[in-house]
């Protein structure tokens, strides 16, 4: 009489042929979980301090110093080389950065990068933006990347930004952080008026010039002076930061929410906050970088990581990954490390070579929304890091399509490493789509595939990713890094 407990024919079979994506929670050990909840708390700390681009690349430039990373231009400007070993960066503009870890052998070889995008959907003003109407002074905007208009009515935003003077003396703002600080928000319209609001489709309840931000309602006590309220709000922004009306010309001040990242759920298994995209893969792109190899020792090939700025309106200028920002860091890279011998073919060479992951998030299947999603090939909370073979809209125009090769070659180094991993699709096909920076790394020749955090709420004010999914995505950028 066979063993109940023995397998089935059917059932070894299946364990062998099919792909079965399990919950990390379940597999994790205890060791595991308290490692990324702890990952999880400096990611929160390290959120809540750099909520635009600037600032986070702030952020990283100073752990970069700790870990001594040199900038590159110090090497460049004496005639130095850089060895295996070495630690070199280039901050572009305080808006992006690039970093490498010089391996043991030559760039012509090929290079390991980690690449992701440190901007986020925000509402930024314009260059004339302070205006009074009707005992208000109010801030006109102009809204940054994809977002529903609505969602950013009626909840705390707070200001964040840079003001550079006559004189070029460059000022931060920051209101709205701190517990004392005021905050500022877009008025919406109470539901016994909006009859007629709510009759229209969504994208139409509020205009991109509708979403002016309430700055003010006091008035200058002055009987001959003209506007007051607006003239009230100058002179606060004259006293605490030295700014007059014409600075916003060439000011880059933008709002964001003013909340806190904090953790979502009984069980604390979840994190929300505003900036997850790109941010949450920034941050595990990044800090893999820096702990794949200890000081003093050299990786195998020269490692990169690319923090880019603009992905959110199409990766342009001179901080986008449209940019030659990554090829001519690596020019620079061969021409200290690689010496006079190294040409521009040997570059070419070297981008060939090279494989990069696009660091980008990804959108986690919604119950609530259900229909928009293709449940076999969705990414789901909790199962680890998402990869997806390609991107783009309809019919995956716009986007970058990982090879086979190089698809399975990332797969079996995860699996190596014991990294759980799952398939991430963005919904239904017709249904939408999107694009990354993977296309403009291909552009240069190298493999490039597409890997990252599953997220709900994608471009609203407060997304949410799991714990356990940046962690396992922070594994899993270490062992490509190491490895590739």
Sequence with gaps: MADANEKTQGQLLSEKLSFKIKNVWETAGEKEIAQACGFAEEYKRFLDLGKTEREFTGLCLQALREEGFAPIEEALDRGGVLKPGDRVYRNLRDKALLCAIIGERPLRDGLAIAGAHVDSPRIDLKTNPLYEDSGFALFDTHYYGGIKHYQWTAIPLAMHGVVVGRDGQKKNLCVGEDAGDPVFTISDLLPHL??????KKASDFLGGEELDILAGSRPYRDEKAEEKVKLTVLQILN????????????AEIEFVPAFKARDVGLDRSMIGAYGHDDRSCAYAAFFAALRCAPPGSAPEKTIVCFLSDKEEVGSMGNTGAESRALENFLAYLGRLAGGTGFSPED??????????LSADVNAAYDPNFAQVYDKKTASWFGKGMALSKYTGRRGKLGGSEANAEFCRRVQAILDRNGVRWQYGNLGKVDKGGGGTI???AANLGMDVLDCGIPVLSMHSPFEVISKIDLYTTYRGYLAFLKEA
């Design 239 to 250: 006293e605490t930061c030295g700014m007059t009306e014409e600075d916003f010309a060439s």
């Design 194 to 199: 909006a009859q007629e609001q709510m009759e």
């Design 347 to 356: 570059l070419r060479r070297a981008l060939e070579k090279s494989s990069m």
């Design 438 to 440: 993977a296309l403009y």
